[in-house]
């Protein structure tokens, strides 16, 4: 429960920055109206968050016909969770990665990268799949949106108190110095704290994502390669909206190396190091959470050229070009 309780203390630190600006303005009326606008849009956002994220990375819906083991896979791990099965996306992008969105797991999508679906195996694709679950499972896109909320609340307070403040409020006992430090350091302690609690959102689904697999080391592998992988393939979608980066598993955006304040993620080597330590608990992996023949290649070999094009003319690989087979058919 340690990281529930971070999460409600990181909240419960956002609340009090909120009302100590709205202090430091000093005016209940500008405080109430800032709120009640940050909420409408976050509110907004919440609502549509799925489609909205969807559509800015260009993600393609993919049913039980298009990738049967990836489907029963996604099915099987979905049912270890007690959730029920997700809506699943493949984005056509190099770089390997993968997030989940949806307010609730009724209405809940898992997207998936073209790039993780072909250099990967199966084994760290299920982890990957496995921990975007547990960000279902913990509601974690719920409690995103609430900092988002909360955020931009406080964003638009500095902005009034900028506004409207002009440092003569008598309630401000800092004047116009008090109000240039609210403009610029409420906003940034804000992002401070949304940034850490992405963070310890993304340990808390790496540990329940281990244990739907029920194969820590799994996901750890996957981790690793993930960011490995990731060196020198830009995803454009997501440099060009930085805002949707604390929703993949990995840390799309290229330039931030280190665990600091303002990463969305933890360090790589620090949550292998977690899950490893959680690998020597549990034990051997199980066998393969898909119920699919033990003979994946088999559609491969069959025919050389003359049946590899026919699929592709009729139905190209949800995520690959026409040239390359769909290797989870």
Known sequence: MSGYLRTAILLAGMTALFVGVGFMIGGQQGMVIAFLV?????????????????????????????APRLYQMTQQLAANAGLPMPALYVIHEDQPNAFA??????????????????????????????????????????????TATIAGAIGMLAQFGFLFGRGDNRQNPFGMIG????????????????????????????????????????LASALLHLEGYKAGRINQAAEANPATAHMFII?????????????????????????????????????????ASPRPASPRPASPRPTAPRPAAQRPGPWSNPPRRNPWG
């Open 179 to 218: 109000t240039i430090l609210m403009i610029v350091l409420a906003p940034l302690a804000a992002m401070v704290v949304q940034m850490a609690i992405s963070r310890s959102r993304e340990y808390e689904a790496d540990r329940i994502g281990a244990e739907i697999a029920g194969d820590a080391e799994g």
């Open 251 to 291: 840390n799309p955006l290229s330039g931030l190396r280190m665990d600091g304040l303002f990463s969305t993620h933890p360090k790589t080597e620090n949550r292998v190091a977690a899950l490893r330590a959680l690998a020597g608990q549990m034990g051997p992996p199980p066998a393969p959470p898909r119920p």
């Open 101 to 146: 969105t949806g307010r609730s797991p009724d209405r809940a999508a898992v997207a998936l990268n073209t790039g993780l679906l072909d250099m990967m195996p199966e084994r760290e694709v299920a982890g990957v799949i496995a921990h975007e679950l547990a960000h279902i499972k913990n509601r974690d896109t719920l409690i995103m949106t609430m």
């Open 38 to 66: 940050a909420c409408g849009m976050n509110v907004f956002a919440w609502w549509n968050s799925d489609r909205m994220l969807l559509r800015m990375h260009n993600a393609q819906p993919i049913g039980p016909n298009d």
